[in-house]
């Protein structure tokens, strides 16, 4: 059933709200103790029953010392791609010979269990390499000399000649309207914090800083749900397929949207996955998109860590969001469930540390690869089996609700959850895991 804004208007006047249209798409709903605002056009009149997640002064993360900047160099992902005979492998592993063995083994066996997967079906996995190819090609410095200087096109198609000044408030409902309209599932705007960008950065742009691609102060932070269907089959196809499939399209929407910015004579750095200047997690917590979770993931209310990000930093003026918590600290000591269905060991079950200033849950990214190189394949366990990552139906969103509005029932939730949803690895669909005759021509 679809309400009309007027009727929807009269149904809460008719519950005890004061209620009146504002402008073309806002509601404003006063009772005798709260007034509400609402974004008709984007679909949260509904947000009236599921509320969105609470807004706080300050996010929920702990800084207990001086923050530590990350070289991106040190990621696991980044040393992985490092190759043996190059002058960037001779620089990383002449600094950290320590951990060149360890590297050397899981390059080595990701390479195996690649080619032996792909000796068996290469028709189906070829499919997701496909997929997240894009990312890459997006990561790739030549890749942004292509943004919005384009002069030689149809009049309509050409830069604003003059620098559009909008009014913030109102530009950052359009872009948020944007980012949604593109395929977004929530986007909030941060303000840019140098603390979490990284002091250097990994290869294509290996060693340079990226201060000077951070310098304007906000940061448009956009999450990209995945499909529950395909995450839980854990490490099969339809996981490398989906987490593929995503990051390539949060990169490509980060950059229509930093391109839309420049055309309106703003500076714009869109942040593809594989060319990210800064820490997702804190920032992303920062503008209120989610709460840090145990798994390491940020977990958002509407699709729990199941998502992939994409970003803008820009200086279009706009107007930050502050960050949210619903609960999930508290859920997080509770739960655990992550934890245990890691096959690595990789997440803690345990309390939160200390790591680089900032009290956290450590998960171990090293034993996490090292289980992604012993499969072959991308792992999706940690966040298929994460309460907060069921389909967002209305059974699901109810039960949310209960979890952010009542902690005393947490624990029963929690329970539930292991009680009644399977957390087993389900096959890949059938149409992906279909084979197809072929044979191969001498000259492919
Ligand atoms: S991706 Fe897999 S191996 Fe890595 S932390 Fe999550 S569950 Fe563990
Ligand atoms: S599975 Fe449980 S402990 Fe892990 S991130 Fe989700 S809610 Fe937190």
Same mark, same amino acid.
């Given at each position: ?107 080595? =066996? ?24 894009? &990312? ?42 944007? &980012? ?5 599932? =929530? ?18 742009? #290996? ?10 102060? #906000? ?10 269907? #395909? ?37 714009? =750095? ?120 069921? &389909? ?51 000259? &492919?």
């Amino acid at each position: 059933m679809i309400l009309s804004r007027a009727t929807f208007a009269q149904i809460m006047a008719k519950c005890g709200w004061h209620a009146h249209l504002k402008g073309e798409i806002m509601l404003e709903l006063k009772s005798k103790d709260e007034t509400r605002e609402m974004d008709l056009d984007a679909g949260s009149w509904r947000n009236f029953v599921w509320t969105q997640p609470p807004e706080v002064d300050h996010p929920t993360y702990k800084v207990v010392g001086p923050i530590e900047r990350v070289d991106a160099r040190d990621y696991v992902f980044s040393r992985i791609v490092l190759e043996e005979g190059t002058e960037w492998y001779d620089e990383y592993y002449g600094r950290h010979p320590e951990l060149r063995e360890m590297d050397d083994k899981s390059r080595g =066996r990701a390479r195996i269990m690649g080619e032996r997967l792909l000796e068996k079906s290469p028709i189906n996995e070829q499919m997701a390499i496909a997929t997240f190819s894009r &990312a890459w090609i997006f990561g790739r410095p030549d890749y942004f000399k292509h943004m919005a200087p384009l002069k030689s096109m149809p009049t309509g198609m050409m830069l604003n000649p003059k620098k559009a000044v909008p009014n913030p408030r109102q530009m950052t409902r359009k872009i948020k309207a944007l &980012a949604l309209f593109l395929g977004a599932g =929530r986007v909030r705007i941060a303000k840019m914090d140098q603390r979490w960008v990284y002091s250097h950065a990994h290869a294509p742009a #290996y060693g340079k800083p990226y201060d000077s691609e951070t310098q304007y102060p #906000y940061v448009i932070c956009m999450a990209f749900p995945q499909s529950p269907y #395909y995450l839980e089959t854990h490490t099969g196809l339809g996981v490398n397929l989906e987490v593929g499939w995503k990051y390539s399209f949060a990169s490509y929407v980060s950059f229509a949207l930093a391109d839309y910015i420049k055309r309106l004579g703003w500076h714009a =750095r869109p942040s593809p996955t594989t060319n990210t200047p800064y820490m997702v997690p804190p920032l992303f917590i920062d503008c209120g998109i989610g709460e840090d979770g145990r798994c390491g993931y940020t977990v958002t209310k509407e699709f729990g860590n199941n998502w992939r990000p994409g970003s803008v930093i820009t200086d279009l003026p706009l107007t930050p969001d502050k960050p949210v918590d619903f609960g999930m600290q508290d859920f997080c000591d509770k739960c655990g469930i992550c934890a245990e269905a890691c096959p690595s060991g990789a997440i803690p079950a345990g309390s939160r540390e200390e790591v680089r200033g900032y009290l956290k849950w450590h998960v171990n990214s090293d034993k996490c690869y090292g289980y992604w190189a012993a499969v072959g394949r991308t792992c999706g366990i940690c966040q298929a089996v994460c309460p907060w990552s069921h &389909a967002n139906n209305a059974w699901h969103r109810s039960i949310r609700e209960m979890a952010q509005r009542f902690p005393r029932l947490r624990k029963l939730l929690i329970k539930g959850e292991e009680i009644f949803y399977n957390q087993k690895q389900k096959p890949d669909p059938k149409w992906l895991s279909e084979e197809v005759d072929f044979e191969y021509l001498d000259n &492919a």
